[in-house]
């Protein structure tokens, strides 16, 4: 069974300062890896993707991923904070026979912008 | 642009009581799904559905069920709701093959009292 783990339950970073928000999986063949972003009393807004190929992902908002085999990881970076990007971060494995499919979420990094 | 569409954004039921989330998506998805988030659980699988005609069961189908008539829409219905359904409830949607991303409705927030 495919899994998610995202350490960090809440994370607070200075305006500014660089950001890192972890991400591990578990699944048994080529991951389909995503990164979304809830803003407060909204919906899920898709921030990158993988599938396959470079494992440096771009996405928007200047946000970025680096998928590491080796380690299972996904781990999500931002190299200056905006206060705008304070919100919850969920990191998601894809299943099924296609990527979007089934999708198992990890338990969400809270992140907290100091002005 | 309507994307994906959930109503109500706000529910208050009492227990016992039945209703219908109701979902809809303009952007001719094969696929559509119900998650539910609770508080440090993140997003969980509830009911999903490859097709019109064609529904199965995720992670947390317990207490939901939903049928999906035509391709725009996949209601999720509550038959006795009980206050552990007490969440916000999302729909998503999305193509059906590799390479694809899902697309997430606003939410309805459900409280059972």
């Known amino acids: 069974a495919q899994s998610v783990t995202q350490p960090d339950i809440h994370i607070t970073v200075s305006e500014g300062a660089s950001l890192e928000l972890r991400c591990n999986y578990s699944?048994?063949?080529?991951?389909?890896l995503f990164w979304y972003v809830q803003s407060p009393g909204q919906g899920l807004q898709l921030l990158l993707k993988y599938f396959s190929g470079d494992t440096l992902v771009q996405g928007i908002k200047g946000f970025e991923a680096e998928f590491k085999r080796s380690q299972s990881s996904f781990n999500l970076r931002k190299p200056s904070v905006h206060w705008s990007d304070a919100a919850e971060y969920f990191c998601a494995v894809g299943g099924g026979s296609g990527s979007a499919r089934q999708l198992t979420f990890g338990s969400g990094t809270q992140l907290t912008v100091l002005p | 642009n309507a994307g994906v569409t959930q109503t109500p954004k706000f529910q208050v039921l009492k227990t016992g009581q039945s209703m219908t989330l109701q979902c809809a998506q303009d952007?001719?998805?094969?696929?559509m799904s119900w998650y539910r988030q609770d508080p440090g659980m993140g997003l969980r699988l509830i009911h999903y559905s490859v097709g019109a005609g064609i529904t199965d069961q995720g992670e947390v189908p317990n207490g939901y069920n939903v049928s999906r008539s035509t391709t725009e829409d996949f209601p999720l219905r509550l038959l006795s709701a009980a206050p552990s359904q007490t969440s916000v409830y999302f729909c998503?949607?999305?193509?059906?093959?590799?390479?694809?991303?899902?697309?997430f409705g606003q939410g309805t927030r459900l409280t059972v009292v």
């Open positions: 699944y048994g063949a080529t991951p389909y």
């Open positions: 998503a949607s999305s193509r059906i093959g590799s390479n694809t991303e899902a697309f």
């Open positions: 952007m001719n998805h094969e696929y």
